[in-house]
């Protein structure tokens, strides 16, 4: 601040600029993912490369990272910050010791992430990241960022270029990747031959890999197009046809469906005995916490598992019906910021009329786009679950912002918002899992706001079973500790419900057994068990069916291979 006269002149901060990662690298640069489950960064980066990016995913992030991250980073920071931003650091230190000089690593390599402009520390991970490279000495290492409101933003990014092939390849990643992660942690509980269902997804997720990298796209204009001539020149015609072709393609193509079938038929050689009592436990709470599996979240889902749990992850195609919900409500509120406007007579009011009418328009336009882009998510992404042999339906958001509205409002921003009490309701109410547990860093803000409200949800809503556990870089003794004592009361309650369910049947477990062994589609991992309201546990779903098929009141169904 320099002074001038007796006035003052305010030099406000600017962001260091940054070189810029353009379109001539992209042979030479290395893009490096991670953030999300090994899944869905598996399949993100074959879009990529299939887009003619050269790609690599960084590690799952350890306590050695954490470590490092705190050393550099400023005090006070939840764990995504740490883990991440010290597991690329160690990661870039790695190739210096390989013989890259830091130079050629800012040179030959940048990296992608996620960022928001919400009200919790989320927003500032990428300021958190570059001051960990520059304190670490890869100062002039790039980050490129992707914003959840924005879309793609970075210092200057011409080397990226998000064409329509590739925000639907991204879109197929992110929807395979959710069903096909459900699918695996609903298989492995009752997996009858210990690894087979790692090895089937092994096969399933290279299956869609080789899809997304070697997609061909689709053009009009190709010589080898079956359309006339004159179509393909045609303008008007190019344009709109490309796009529905693309999008055809991509969502319910010949080749999208012999990948998901090639898929669905490695999981459905895996053999399974549902009869294994398993209480199911949700997992919500914060958004990288829910999708990391390592020293992040203190390996809670691989604990959960060898202590008999059925693992319910949330999709990531729930948090993005969040945001379009979230931005539709906004809009249909939006108009009355404009209430004021009137409808008079005179040339004046007529005037205000025709703004308010405009207000009224632009409202109800921009709330029936977000609705008609949620029933189309929803669709599709109903579609992949189903090619690939099952799954879990999408909460509806509608409903989960009206149960949650009486504890939290559903407009309020930050973290996953009103999602955390809202999915505590849900799969309790509705009686889909038999204990909740929400995983957060830390001292994150939005989901201690949660907690707070949990206590209110737990003592109006009896027969919850609700867990919080906040993860640092340390403490896993005492967190595991408090999940297997919850699990323990969860497990009592899978027991019960199988036991009445089985002694509704008026069979015993040896009949229902022996009714198994002769019928191999009962076996099949991806046998298309009927949903029974009210029964959580699968072993008791899977009971009640199967005496309805020895009454004959259900027919056998097929497994589709």
């Given at each position: 601040?320099?002074?001038?006269g007796?006035?003052?002149?305010?030099?406000?901060?600017?962001?260091p600029?940054?070189?810029?990662?353009?379109?001539?690298?992209?042979?030479?640069?290395?893009?490096?993912?991670?953030?999300?489950?090994?899944?869905?960064?598996?399949?993100?980066?074959?879009?990529?490369?299939?887009n003619g990016y050269?790609?690599?995913?960084?590690?799952?992030?350890?306590?050695?990272?954490?470590?490092?991250?705190?050393?550099?980073?400023?005090?006070?920071?939840?764990?995504?910050?740490?883990f991440?931003?010290?597991?690329?650091v160690?990661?870039?230190?790695?190739?210096?010791?390989g013989?890259?000089?830091?130079?050629?690593?800012?040179?030959?390599?940048?990296?992608?992430?996620?960022?928001?402009?919400?009200?919790?520390?989320?927003?500032?991970?990428?300021?958190?990241?570059?001051?960990?490279?520059?304190?670490?000495?890869?100062?002039?290492?790039?980050?490129?960022?992707?914003?959840?409101?924005?879309?793609?933003?970075?210092s200057?990014?011409?080397?990226?270029?998000?064409s329509?092939?590739?925000?639907?390849?991204?879109?197929?990643?992110?929807?395979?990747?959710?069903?096909?992660?459900?699918?695996?942690?609903?298989?492995?509980?009752?997996?009858?031959?210990?690894?087979?269902?790692?090895?089937?997804?092994?096969?399933a997720?290279?299956?869609?890999?080789?899809?997304?990298?070697e997609?061909?796209s689709?053009?009009?204009?190709?010589?080898?197009?079956?359309?006339?001539?004159?179509?393909?020149?045609?303008?008007?015609?190019?344009?709109?046809?490309?796009?529905?072709?693309?999008?055809?393609?991509?969502?319910?193509?010949?080749?999208?469906?012999?990948?998901?079938?090639?898929?669905?038929?490695?999981?459905?050689?895996?053999?399974?005995?549902?009869?294994?009592?398993?209480?199911?436990?949700?997992?919500t709470?914060?958004?990288?916490?829910?999708?990391?599996?390592g020293?992040?979240?203190?390996?809670?889902?691989s604990?959960?598992?060898?202590?008999?749990?059925?693992?319910?992850?949330d999709?990531?195609?729930?948090?993005v019906?969040?945001?379009?919900?979230?931005a539709?409500?906004?809009?249909?509120?939006?108009r009355?910021?404009?209430?004021?406007?009137?409808?008079?007579?005179?040339?004046?009011?007529?005037?205000?009329?025709?703004?308010?009418?405009?207000?009224?328009?632009?409202?109800?336009?921009?709330?029936?786009?977000?609705?008609?882009?949620?029933?189309?998510?929803t669709?599709?992404?109903?579609?992949?679950?189903?090619?690939?042999?099952?799954?879990?339906?999408?909460?509806?958001?509608?409903?989960?912002?009206?149960?949650?509205?009486?504890?939290?409002?559903?407009?309020?921003?930050?973290?996953?918002?009103?999602?955390?009490?809202?999915?505590?309701?849900?799969?309790?109410?509705?009686?889909?899992a038999?204990?909740?547990?929400?995983?957060?860093?830390?001292?994150?803000?939005?989901?201690?706001?949660?907690?707070?409200?949990?206590?209110?949800?737990?003592?109006?809503?009896?027969?919850?079973?609700?867990?919080?556990?906040?993860?640092?870089?340390?403490?896993?003794v005492?967190?595991?500790?408090?999940?297997?004592?919850?699990?323990?009361?969860?497990?009592?309650?899978?027991?019960?419900?199988?036991?009445?369910a089985?002694?509704?049947?008026?069979?015993?477990?040896?009949?229902?057994?022996?009714?198994?062994?002769?019928?191999?589609p009962?076996?099949?991992?991806?046998?298309?068990?009927?949903?029974?309201?009210?029964v959580?546990?699968?072993?008791?779903?899977?009971a009640?069916?199967?005496?309805?098929?020895?009454?004959?009141?259900?027919?056998?169904?097929?497994?589709a291979?």
């Amino acid at each position: 601040m320099s002074a001038v006269g007796h006035s003052q002149i305010t030099q406000h901060y600017r962001l260091p600029p940054e070189r810029p990662f353009l379109a001539g690298e992209r042979s030479e640069v290395t893009i490096l993912l991670g953030g999300l489950t090994e899944t869905h960064d598996r399949l993100i980066r074959a879009v990529f490369e299939g887009n003619g990016y050269r790609c690599q995913n960084l590690p799952t992030p350890d306590r050695a990272d954490y470590q490092v991250g705190r050393e550099y980073g400023n005090l006070g920071q939840c764990n995504p910050t740490y883990f991440t931003a010290g597991n690329l650091v160690r990661f870039l230190r790695q190739l210096e010791a390989g013989g890259l000089s830091r130079e050629e690593i800012a040179r030959r390599y940048v990296f992608f992430t996620a960022g928001t402009c919400g009200p919790c520390r989320f927003g500032m991970y990428e300021a958190e990241y570059r001051m960990v490279l520059r304190r670490a000495g890869f100062d002039q290492f790039r980050v490129l960022l992707f914003l959840q409101n924005d879309g793609v933003r970075a210092s200057s990014e011409p080397g990226l270029h998000f064409s329509l092939d590739f925000g639907l390849g991204m879109m197929n990643a992110l929807q395979w990747g959710d069903a096909l992660q459900d699918l695996l942690r609903s298989i492995r509980p009752y997996e009858l031959t210990p690894g087979a269902t790692d090895a089937a997804y092994e096969a399933a997720l290279a299956e869609l890999g080789r899809e997304l990298r070697e997609r061909r796209s689709f053009d009009i204009t190709s010589k080898h197009s079956r359309w006339p001539q004159a179509w393909r020149e045609a303008r008007l015609v190019r344009s709109p046809v490309n796009t529905l072709g693309k999008l055809a393609r991509h969502w319910r193509g010949e080749d999208t469906r012999r990948a998901l079938a090639a898929a669905r038929a490695r999981l459905a050689a895996v053999e399974v005995d549902r009869l294994r009592v398993r209480p199911v436990v949700k997992i919500t709470g914060e958004f990288w916490a829910q999708t990391t599996n390592g020293d992040g979240n203190f390996h809670l889902f691989s604990l959960l598992e060898r202590e008999g749990a059925e693992v319910l992850l949330d999709p990531l195609a729930n948090w993005v019906l969040y945001l379009l919900y979230q931005a539709q409500a906004e809009a249909r509120r939006a108009r009355w910021l404009e209430r004021g406007y009137g409808w008079g007579g005179d040339w004046q009011g007529i005037n205000q009329a025709r703004r308010r009418l405009g207000v009224e328009w632009r409202s109800w336009t921009k709330a029936v786009l977000f609705g008609l882009a949620s029933r189309l998510w929803t669709w599709q992404y109903d579609f992949v679950r189903r090619a690939l042999g099952g799954g879990h339906r999408l909460a509806p958001q509608a409903e989960l912002a009206r149960l949650a509205e009486p504890f939290y409002n559903p407009l309020a921003r930050g973290g996953e918002g009103h999602l955390e009490v809202a999915k505590n309701l849900y799969y309790s109410r509705h009686r889909l899992a038999h204990m909740v547990l929400a995983i957060k860093p830390f001292g994150c803000m939005p989901s201690t706001q949660s907690d707070g409200v949990q206590a209110a949800v737990v003592r109006q809503q009896r027969g919850v079973i609700f867990l919080s556990i906040e993860t640092a870089g340390e403490g896993e003794v005492h967190a595991h500790s408090r999940a297997l004592m919850a699990l323990g009361e969860a497990r009592q309650r899978a027991r019960a419900e199988f036991n009445r369910a089985l002694q509704s049947t008026g069979r015993s477990l040896e009949e229902i057994r022996g009714f198994v062994a002769v019928h191999p589609p009962l076996r099949s991992a991806l046998y298309p068990l009927p949903r029974v309201e009210g029964v959580a546990g699968m072993a008791a779903q899977f009971a009640l069916h199967v005496s309805d098929l020895m009454a004959g009141r259900a027919r056998l169904r097929k497994v589709a291979a």
